[in-house]
């Protein structure tokens, strides 16, 4: 008899991932997120984080982890609707109302969580969610826990989104539609002004996951909706406290009664612990920093047109990146593979991006350029690829 607890099923999908070549270990990281790491025991720079500012492992940011912890404990001790809603909690989402120019912020324990509770609450049977084809895995979950009818449009494409809300409007009492601010795979901005003013034309409501543009775009990092300057036309802007901000969580911006609405049915607050006191410390003291200067987002901006630029002028194809996200576009799956391998034996770790997370024939190794990177490190960087571009030609 087979021994059920062997988990043949799963040996066997294993064998498959190793069969189609897509198998691997999960890297190990030896010391902090930084511009320059040791990763599986080899010294490379490090262009594969989200890290954007270089706040992971900020002094100022842990000074405040340790103070949080010696006063408030390491963990909170309940869900926040029974006894884990701290004062520094409220603290936080005022301070992050205050900073992203809204109403009001509810905090969840991450980006992907944040999603998976708030589009399920804000939506129902009898609703329609729309989504660009190209948005986050946790926004396509999140969809997924809604009772909502579901239906994607083509990628940043208005007339497509104009098709869908014409052709659905009347069938469905509120529609919902839900775009990255910023996209991660090739770092273009979703036109937000657009979708907008489509949304208002048919009354739909518009939610923004800016996990890529908070930190990044708008004023000091204030997000996609600040660069364009929608304010209070944007119902949900969902951000994360875990790439820019260096830290761990989600929020979602906006009115008073969504956050009202949220403390009653955003089941992972009701269900799972809230954010330890180690990550609301050195979240508000990141977003104090931002608030304070631009110094890191003008910095990062700085590496990130440095970086492009010479990359470009080796012959890469970048793509049509607007953010920081420097895709280099390599084209053909196991080339790409090779690609981001040789780079890393070359002192630079990028990791490979291929199907199915992107099209076929569009393998990459996607490059983020941080605040935190010193020029010496990107000119380093940027001489790797020559080496190995060249040995492949590819350039
Ligand atoms: C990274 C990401 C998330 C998840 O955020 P976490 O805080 O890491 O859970 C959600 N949405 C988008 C678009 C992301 O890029």
Known sequence: MENIHELNFLKEKIQELKNDGVYRKLPILEGANESEVILNGKKVVNLS????????????????????????????GAVRTIIG???????????????????????????????AGTIQAVTEKGDLIISDELNHASIIDGARLSRADKTVFKHADMNHLEEVLKEKRDNYRNILIITDGVFSMDGDIAPLPDIVKLAEKYRAMTYVDDAHGSGVLGESGRGTVDHFGLHGRVDFTIGTLSKAIGVIGGYVAGSETMRDWLSHRGRPLLFSTSLPPAAVGPIM?????????????DRLWDNAKYFKEKISNLGYNIGKSQTPITPVIIGEESKTMEFSKKLFDNGVFVSGIVFPTVPKGTGRVRCMVTAAHSKEQLDRAVEVFKKVGEEMKVI
């Not at 706040?55 to 909170?76: C, D, M, S, T, W």
């Not at 109403?103 to 324990?109: K, L, R, T, W």
């Not at 104090?288 to 110094?295: D, G």
């Open 85 to 115: 809603n701290m004062d520094i909690h409220e603290d936080m989402e005022k301070l992050l109302a205050e900073f992203k120019r809204e109403e009001a912020v509810m905090v969840f324990q991450s980006g992907f969580n944040c999603n």
């Open 285 to 297: 003291e990141a977003v104090r920093l931002l608030m304070s200067t631009t110094e890191y987002t």
């Open 49 to 76: 984080s989200n890290n954007y500012l270089g706040f992971a492992n900020h002094p100022r940011l842990k000074q405040a982890a340790i103070e949080a912890v010696q006063k408030y404990g390491v963990g909170a």
